[in-house]
């Protein structure tokens, strides 16, 4: 059982930066592929981010790529999301998941744990 947290969701002008953390419980943070996820009001849960157990592979949607950059710090037992041109489509709840998947997890199905969220709104 891990149990995830997530920080570092605010307010932020479009072009804006905003970084991401997921804080992992237990010991075993390191075994699982980590994942960024977020859902706007109205919309269904969309990918975001995923990073392999040993970040040496990432993947993103579209939508965010060139923009986004997924990261994580095992010793720290952390994931984050860096995020930079910040556009207002991007307002959402983010959250982060984690499964023990042997490769990157692009769909919410193959997640087993997932934080509450944290708000990110862009403004116009």
């Known amino acids: 059982q891990v149990q995830l947290v997530e920080s570092g969701g605010g307010l932020v002008q479009a072009g804006g930066s905003l970084r991401l953390s997921c804080a992992a419980s237990?010991?075993?943070?390191?075994?699982?592929?980590m994942g960024w996820f977020r859902q706007a009001p109205g919309k269904e849960r969309e990918f975001v981010a995923t990073?392999?157990?040993?970040?040496?592979?990432?993947a993103y949607a579209d939508s965010v790529k060139g923009r986004f950059t997924i990261s994580r710090d095992n010793a720290k037992n952390t994931v984050y999301l860096q995020m930079n041109s910040l556009k207002p489509e991007d307002t959402a709840v983010y959250y982060c998941a984690a499964t023990r998947s042997l490769g990157l997890a692009i769909t919410g199905r193959a997640y087993d744990y997932w934080g509450q969220g944290t708000q990110v709104t862009v403004s116009s």
């Open positions: 990073i392999n157990k040993s970040h040496s592979n990432t």
């Open positions: 237990g010991r075993t943070f390191s075994s699982y592929t």
